[in-house]
Nanobody
Framework: QVQLVESGGGLVQAGGSLRLSCAAS????????MGWYRQAPGKQRELVAA???????NYADSVKGRFTISRDNAKNTVYLQMNSLKPEDTAVYYC???????????????????????WGQGTQVTVSS
């Protein structure tokens, strides 16, 4: 019914930049907050950055001043611009949407329902020293 698809990961040298994208597909009426998480080998998944539906943002202390999260509501897409990358930024990056309102067809006619806590499949970011 709804899918989040990430792109933009890859291998970059320390000090370089990457831009991640995450597009939501489906019959989407609205998306609440969206965020980027990452998980390095042997570590727990952590929040990197989040953005509300009206554009308010928050960042992990480790990425403040280097990463910028943004969204295009018309395209149902969230972005993560990552600058001044460090080897410790190496991880699989996941996109998350805490609530997506989608349209569905029922025997009673079309309606909308919420889908909670959607995740993308992840994209690998590797920063070499």
């Amino acid at each position: 019914q709804v899918q989040l698809v990430e792109s933009g990961g890859g291998l970059v040298q320390a000090g370089g930049s990457l831009r991640l994208s995450c597009a939501a597909s489906g019959i989407i009426a609205s998306i609440n907050a969206m965020g980027w998480y990452r998980q390095a080998p042997g570590k727990q998944r952590e929040l990197v950055a989040a953005i509300s539906s009206c554009g308010s943002t928050n960042y992990a202390d480790s990425v403040k001043g280097r990463f910028t999260i943004s969204r295009d509501n018309a395209k149902n897409t969230v972005y993560l611009q990552m600058n001044s990358l460090k080897p410790e930024d190496t991880a699989v990056y996941y996109c998350n949407a805490d609530r997506i309102t989608i349209g569905i067809s029922t025997r009673m006619g079309p309606t909308v329902i919420p889908v909670f806590d959607s995740w993308g499949q992840g994209t690998q970011v590797t920063v070499s020293s």
